[in-house]
């Protein structure tokens, strides 16, 4: 008669091993099952982050790492709050993060509203609304570049069409007025969709029979809209506001790659910043203190918007 | 109003959440707003103090 391999196994087993698996409990037996995943988390997630406060308090610099550190106390934290370029970052980021999310939510959402209309070709629409989100940041980055080339740049010969403004008169990304909107229009082009999908994923929750019995009692198209599929969807909008809220908060690669933080400091978010102190100037502790404040920002922002998510679902 | 005194007073949740709540929006909008440097200084120690209440506040009873 053959074994099975589990069978196979188990007879294999010594039984010196053999007796102490028997002797485990459930609960030890489950912690040695999830044992590795905290022992990832902590080794990944948590030690990076107790080492980066720690060096926030020391003149560490990781290019120079022979040199004595130095235990410099809130030394790195006093120079970030009085340093007028890093509030100037701080009101880019700001900027940056109110007109993308305000944006990205008010398009999104009205392209998922239309979208879960039945039509014709709906479902080829929905594919190729859904496209720039599939692209890489570095190639939007780079072909939005091309897009806003004063000469041969299509976005200028667009605004020409519209309100009949010379189209070499103006550079959005030359601009120190038009760039920080030329890095808004891209991040918005490129993730609208992303807010869409929440949005129509939200839309598609919610039942018919609640619209069938407003339709019996004669609620407009309006009055539906306002009590009956806005608020049903909030939950899903807010969840998109977050994601992208913290998403815009880091944003990296699609500015710098659009613009390289300029002209002058115009489009200079926290995260270009925060590289530049670290990897081009290698001001370990300075950067790291940087680093730690950004995620206390993050993080207070982060729990008050989850606080806020949980109530409305509980409604 | 005498509803939030109490509320703190006796350390229940709801109040004091919407205490830290306050702070980091307030030290937030002192970090981003383009007004002062003096309260861009004070943001972070703002938000940080909010941030830590909050932690602590969300384990009190309701």
Not at chain 1, 81 to 99: E, G, K, N, R, Y
Not at chain 1, 141 to 158: A, S
Not at chain 1, 240 to 256: H, S, T, Y
């Amino acid at each position: 008669m053959s074994l099975s391999p589990l069978t196979r196994v188990a007879a294999a087993t010594p039984d010196g091993i053999a007796r102490k698996i028997r002797g485990l409990s459930d609960r030890t037996i489950a912690w040695i099952f999830v044992a590795p995943t905290i022992f990832l988390l902590l080794a990944v997630n948590i030690f990076p982050l107790i080492w980066t406060i720690r060096l926030s308090f020391t003149n560490f610099r990781v290019n120079r790492p022979n040199n004595a550190v130095e235990w410099v106390g809130l030394e790195n934290y006093r120079r970030i709050l009085s340093d007028p370029t890093v509030w100037q970052t701080m009101q880019a980021t700001a900027h940056f993060l109110i007109w993308t999310i305000t944006l990205q939510v008010l398009i999104g959402f009205a392209l998922a509203f239309l979208i879960n209309k039945k039509f014709r070709g709906n479902d080829m629409w929905t594919t190729i609304i859904v496209f720039p989100m599939m692209l890489s940041p570095a190639v939007v980055g780079n072909f939005w570049t091309f897009l806003y080339q004063p000469q041969i740049g299509l976005f200028n010969y667009v605004v020409e069409f519209l309100t009949g403004a010379d189209p070499a008169s103006f550079s959005m990304i030359g601009d120190v007025n038009l760039a920080p909107w030329a890095i808004i229009i891209a991040d918005t082009w490129m993730w609208t969709p992303f807010v869409m999908l929440i949005c129509l994923a939200g839309l598609r929750s919610i039942p018919d029979s609640i619209y069938e019995a407003a339709e019996c009692d004669r609620a407009s198209a309006w009055r539906q809209f306002w009590t009956i599929t806005l608020p049903m969807a909030l939950p899903f909008l807010m969840l998109a506001v977050l994601f992208r809220g913290i998403e815009n908060f880091k944003m990296f690669d699609l500015v710098v790659q659009l613009t390289g933080g300029g002209p002058g400091n115009t489009t200079t978010l926290t995260s270009i910043d925060l590289k530049r102190e670290a990897f081009e100037k290698w001001r370990t502790g300075y950067s790291s203190a940087y680093a730690v404040m950004l995620f206390v920002t993050v993080f207070g922002l982060a729990s008050i918007y989850v606080k806020a998510l949980n109530k409305v679902k509980e409604r | 109003m005498r509803n939030i005194v109490s509320g703190l007073l006796r350390l229940r949740r709801g109040p004091w959440e919407m205490l830290a709540t306050i702070l980091i929006a307030l030290g937030v909008f002192m970090l981003m707003q383009p007004f002062a440097i003096g309260l861009y200084s004070y943001s972070f120690i703002v938000t940080l103090v909010g941030t830590v209440m909050f932690i602590i506040v969300s384990h009190f009873p309701e």
